[in-house]
């Protein structure tokens, strides 16, 4: 087990659905890329399943995890994007992305990086200043979830309950907060021992 990463790139895109796969095939190495810039410890893409609106959520999540919110300003990610050829022509001006930078507030279990897949996660989000309520476990044995909470530095908070199974996570979840349901389709880790 290494170090927990604190630092998070969450994006959300919306493209049509006649370019998804060729979005998807392209999207593989782009996260393989990052993943060699240091402090990039692992990248995954989900596919939406469900939401509590109809209609507002994206088709597509990416989550870049990294060692600290100081790698998203850092010197070798910086030159990354100098050196990258962008989006490819067959994607300009065909898809909306948006973008949050985030930090880790708490995670429960506390130790929980292993760089092992889960098949699902739930996002939850809350408006900027508005904390999540209650407190203590909220992964025990009986039900393998992770839950994770980060501050983007744009203002709002999202919280990322994870799954091995099928586990009813939003069962608890309040009204007044928006949720969605995810499924991976893709997921990589750095090399042992680059960050």
């Given at each position: 087990?290494?170090?927990?990463?604190t630092?998070?790139?969450?994006?959300?895109?919306?493209?049509?659905?006649?370019?998804?796969?060729?979005?998807s095939?392209?999207?593989?190495?782009?996260?393989?890329?990052?993943?060699?810039?240091?402090?990039?410890?692992?990248?995954?893409r989900?596919?939406?399943?469900?939401?509590?609106?109809a209609?507002?959520?994206?088709?597509?999540?990416?989550?870049?995890?990294?060692a600290?919110?100081?790698?998203?300003?850092?010197?070798p990610?910086?030159?990354?994007?100098?050196?990258?050829?962008?989006?490819?022509?067959?994607?300009?001006?065909?898809?909306?992305?948006?973008?949050?930078?985030?930090?880790?507030?708490?995670?429960?279990p506390?130790?929980?990086?292993?760089?092992?897949?889960?098949?699902?996660?739930?996002?939850?989000?809350?408006?900027?200043?508005a904390?999540?309520?209650?407190?203590?476990?909220?992964?025990?044995?009986?039900?393998?979830?992770?839950?994770?909470?980060?501050?983007?530095?744009q203002?709002?908070?999202?919280?990322?309950?994870?799954?091995?199974?099928?586990?009813?996570?939003?069962?608890?979840?309040?009204?007044?907060?928006?949720?969605?349901r995810?499924?991976?389709?893709?997921?990589?880790s750095?090399?042992?021992?680059?960050?």
């Open positions: 087990m290494g170090p927990s990463p630092g998070l790139l969450l994006l959300s895109t919306w493209l049509p659905d006649e370019l998804h796969d060729a979005f095939g392209w999207c593989d190495d782009h996260h393989r890329e990052l993943l060699t810039v240091p402090g990039f410890m692992r990248a995954r989900l596919a939406f399943v469900e939401g509590s609106a209609g507002d959520d994206a088709q597509f999540l990416t989550m870049y995890e990294t600290d919110l100081a790698v998203l300003s850092s010197d990610y910086v030159e990354h994007g100098r050196n990258s050829g962008g989006l490819p022509e067959f994607l300009r001006g065909k898809l909306r992305m948006a973008r949050l930078d985030c930090e880790l507030e708490s995670a429960t506390v130790d929980w990086w292993s760089g092992t897949a889960f098949s699902e996660i739930l996002m939850i989000t809350r408006p900027e200043g904390p999540f309520p209650g407190s203590g476990a909220a992964a025990t044995d009986a039900l393998p979830i992770t839950v994770r909470s980060y501050r983007a530095s203002g709002p908070r999202v919280r990322l309950a994870e799954s091995l199974g099928d586990a009813p996570a939003h069962d608890a979840i309040t009204a007044s907060e928006h949720w969605s995810w499924r991976c389709v893709f997921e990589e750095a090399p042992a021992g680059a960050f």
